[in-house]
């Protein structure tokens, strides 16, 4: 490499408490950038290794070598950079693809610029595809162990939310007195209208009439006609509807009919 090399140095630290304190890192960087005669920029983060919203300055270096800034990236170990091999791998093939280097200080093998370190970067490569086989293993191994103990896998019902059976009842009540259109209620409860119609209708509580509105659409859901205690038969009624369980019992003249038939013929 020149002597004009640009060197981007970044050091992290958790807290500053005790010997946390970045200068460890930045020390040896620097006299080891110096004794080359080579350019520093240092980027600086106290932040944990997963916390990437608040390592700024991580984000701004990255910024500068998708920029070509900067030549090489070196940190004094490998753990102040990444928060784990997947991270690395990922981030070490976009420094390749903007064709800049990368090396830790106290781990000479990783310096992605020599041969050794370009090995070093295959076998890496190795290791976070079986650590990405061994996640999924792992995930697969709690999905079915949750269905074997009889826990629910995936997103809970609509019905489990926080406050939804409280506010159920009422929304229900208001629905079908005609005070909410479907929509409204929906939106009261924070779902949507075909969730809303998947309740109404497996609802074991309500009456048969209310599947009947909830298939019709809004407009029917306002309907005088349609009460909650089957009252109102003899009001008008919605065109091309069959309201179960409104209006006087079907009478039962059938039978008794029958058994006249049968005395007259026997007469």
Do not use: C
């Amino acid at each position: 490499m020149s002597d004009s090399l640009r060197l981007a140095v970044y050091a992290r630290v958790s807290t500053r408490d005790k010997d946390q304190d970045p200068e460890l890192q930045l020390v040896p960087l620097r006299e080891y950038a110096a004794a080359r005669g080579w350019q520093v920029v240092e980027y600086v983060d106290t932040a944990a290794a997963g916390d990437l919203a608040r390592r700024t300055a991580w984000t701004h270096l990255l910024a500068d070598v998708a920029q070509r800034k900067v030549d090489l990236v070196m940190v004094w170990k490998l753990d102040r950079a990444f928060r784990s091999t997947l991270h690395a791998l990922a981030t070490l093939r976009d420094f390749e693809h903007y064709g800049v280097g990368f090396a830790a200080l106290t781990q000479p093998e990783l310096d992605t610029t020599s041969a050794t370190g370009r090995l070093v970067f295959t076998i890496l490569a190795a290791v976070a595809e079986m650590e990405r086989e061994l996640i999924r293993d792992r995930v697969k191994e709690g999905m079915r162990n949750a269905a074997r103990q009889g826990k629910r896998i995936g997103r809970p019902p609509v019905t489990a939310r926080t406050g939804f059976e409280r506010r159920w009842p009422r929304v229900r009540a208001d629905l079908v007195a005609g005070d909410l259109s479907r929509r409204q209620a929906a939106r009261r409860l924070g779902i949507g209208t075909a969730t809303l119609a998947r309740l109404l209708a497996t609802d074991a509580g309500l009456d048969g009439r209310v599947r009947v509105m909830v298939t019709a659409g809004p407009e029917v859901v306002g309907t005088p006609s349609l009460s909650v205690a089957g009252t109102g038969a003899g009001s008008g009624k919605a065109p091309g509807l069959v309201k179960r369980g409104t209006g006087s019992p079907a009478p039962r003249s059938r039978p008794p009919r029958a058994t006249s038939r049968t005395d007259s013929g026997n007469g």
